[in-house]
């Protein structure tokens, strides 16, 4: 059968191509080896904000930061945790993804895909998870395979076993230990979860601090909140081995001033990345290239180099969240059935990291912009100053806002604080309206969020920290 657009992949990218598509009248095809929905909905994103929450109502509970407010310590059912955590996923992949096609209306094979080429085109061989084969053949074809978890070259580790921030997902048993290789975003978010159900975690980070890719002062609020909470941290640390007995592993490591050290757990997991799913495509044979990370090169449109054949989400090396997966979608579907031309920006383009505190942050670092000859100017506000933190009992973290000097152009925000994933947006807005910190100075802000926090930061750029007021503007 023929269809005006078939996806490889049935996550984010795929969902709203494949919904801009229907939209234009067009007949569309999906194609997914997996579970219907990609890995955010499965085994990224969902699962693993659900567990962090489950964590972090076991933390607060045990925390004393209020006085008054004591609560005797409690066990933790892993089992029960982990069906909880499968019955929103369930219910969540049914109502955003298989009843959504089922609305609009497209056909999904269950099957792995490759292309082939035909006198036609290209053209798409379906092995069917229920036997068989079928032929698929369409006008457009969208790659959108999403990544995969990655683990580094390391001497032992492939033989050892390791858990990835997938099969950690599935644990049925606490481990009495953990290490957790990798400091960036997904590790950051494993290693405080298990922590705080229990396990005795350390993180090891090959960069100089956690959060490395962040600005410095976030990376060490961080630091400081996971030590204090009981963490270990090694920065600027060399893994050398991997070792596993029935005692469970050892890891030969190099430290930042070079000693070595054995670490051991129970348990090892690895989070030092993600890399495009792109090996059982065949696409050398419709020339379709591939970057370095094995990402699909497509240009700004998202076309690859074969002009029916379209990329979208984390198998473009494009930043690796499903928010730009889903706007991918429908960029290619409207390139592609429009020919509208339409690009992505990126310059406010928000990240998060889940962990108590959360890191968010959009728009230029400070040596970005220097790095980008911008002339900047930068204000670091502590929670101290904030009101919403003190009322919170929780003044761990800070607000950093990168100006461009003479117009007070907004250039980036950096935030660790509880709910910098929501205060961020405010940022995003500014950012994508070009806005100066005078301007978000003047802002209406209710009082007693920590949106006011942004608020308060761009006030810096023209009076005293120590001379704000509380709640007056």
């Not at 601090?209 to 909470?229: I, K, M, N, Y």
């Not at 009981?230 to 596993?244: E, F, K, L, M």
Request: glycine share 10%; with cysteine.
């Amino acid at each position: 059968m023929r269809y005006d657009l078939a996806a490889i992949g049935s996550g984010g990218g795929a969902f709203a191509a494949a919904i801009a598509a229907r939209s234009k009248g067009r007949s569309v095809v999906m194609i997914e080896r997996g579970a219907v929905g990609g890995t955010c909905v499965n085994t990224g994103c969902v699962p693993s904000k659900a567990m962090l929450a489950a964590a972090e109502a076991r933390h607060v509970s045990l925390d004393g930061r209020f006085p008054g407010i004591t609560v005797a310590p409690f066990g933790v059912d892993l089992p029960r945790v982990m069906s909880s955590k499968h019955a929103l996923v369930d219910s969540l992949q049914a109502e955003k993804y298989t009843d959504l096609a089922a609305e609009y209306g497209w056909d999904i094979l269950a099957g792995s895909a490759r292309f082939a080429a035909a006198d036609s085109g290209p053209i798409l061989e379906v092995d069917l998870g229920e036997g068989g084969k079928q032929r698929v053949e369409a006008e457009h074809y969208l790659i959108a395979t999403g990544s995969t978890p990655w683990a580094p070259q390391i001497d032992g580790l492939a033989d050892a076993g390791y858990l990835t921030s997938t099969t950690a997902m599935e644990l049925t048993l606490l481990p009495a230990s953990m290490i957790v290789l990798g400091g960036n975003a997904i590790g950051l978010e494993q290693a405080q979860l298990w922590n705080r159900l229990g396990v005795d975690v350390t993180v090891v980070e090959i960069l100089p601090r956690l959060a490395p890719f962040e600005e410095p002062e976030l990376s060490a609020v961080l630091e400081d909140a996971f030590t204090h909470e009981g963490i270990a941290v090694t920065t600027g640390a060399t893994v050398n081995r991997v070792d596993r007995s029935a005692q469970g592993y050892r890891l030969s490591v190099a430290g930042s001033n070079g000693q070595p050290v054995d670490l051991p757990a129970e348990q090892l997991l690895v989070a030092t990345g993600r890399k495009p799913v792109v090996d059982d495509l065949n696409l050398d044979a419709v020339g379709v290239k591939v970057g370095p990370r094995g990402e699909v090169k497509v240009d700004d449109q998202l076309r690859s180099d074969n002009p029916r054949i379209w990329a979208a989400g984390d198998v473009t090396g494009h930043p690796q969240f499903v928010y730009v997966a889903a706007a991918h979608g429908t960029l290619v579907a409207d390139n592609a059935f429009a020919n509208t031309g339409r690009t992505l920006d990126y310059h406010h383009l928000p990240r998060v990291t889940f962990t108590s505190p959360a890191v968010a942050a959009a728009g230029l670092t400070d040596a970005q912009a220097v790095a980008a000859g911008i002339d900047c100017e930068c204000r670091v506000l502590p929670l101290e100053h904030v009101p919403r933190a003190l009322v919170n009992r929780d003044t761990r973290g800070v607000i950093k806002l990168v100006a461009e000097r003479g117009t007070g152009r907004l250039l980036g925000a950096h935030i660790v604080a509880d709910g910098a994933g929501d205060v961020i947006a405010t940022a995003v807005y500014a950012l994508a309206n070009d806005m100066t910190v005078h301007q978000m100075a003047n802002l209406w802000t209710p009082y007693l969020t920590m949106a006011e926090g942004l608020k308060l930061a761009a006030q810096t750029f023209t009076r005293d920290v120590s001379k704000l007021s509380c709640c007056a503007s």
